[in-house]
């Protein structure tokens, strides 16, 4: 029986440059680093993000899962994230729960920013 979600884990293929994007734009704390460096978990709230450099055993994707970011002001966020030229894959959308909108990181992954109502 599944019990709780441990992390959620993205793949890249440069742990620095996802570093910065992670840490510079994003503005997470690395709470642990292992693997030589090329796996670094982020605490968020009571859940844990990581990413990993794995090579062609573990690759980013455009269409893979996408792991879901509260934001205080999604509106700020967005601006802040575009005005920096991350690129952003579907704009602020509303739904009868939340608002949204899905940008990228370096590697194409893609990243929901989140807002309950």
């Known amino acids: 029986m599944i019990t709780e979600i441990a992390f959620t884990g993205t793949p890249v293929t440069d742990i620095k440059r996802a570093r910065g994007f992670y840490e510079g734009l994003l503005g997470l704390k690395p709470t642990m680093e292992s693997a030589g460096g090329n796996w670094v978990e982020y605490d968020v709230g009571a859940g844990t993000f990581g990413i990993g450099c794995y090579g062609d055993v573990w690759k980013p994707s455009t269409e893979g899962t996408c792991a879901a ?13 575009k005005s920096r030229g991350v690129p952003v894959a ?28």
């Open 90 to 117: 579907m704009d602020v959308t509303e739904t009868p729960v939340c608002r949204f909108a899905i940008v990228c990181d370096p590697d194409g992954n893609k990243l929901l920013l989140h807002k309950r109502k």
């Open 69 to 81: 970011f509260e934001v205080d002001d999604l509106d700020a966020e967005v601006s802040r994230l």
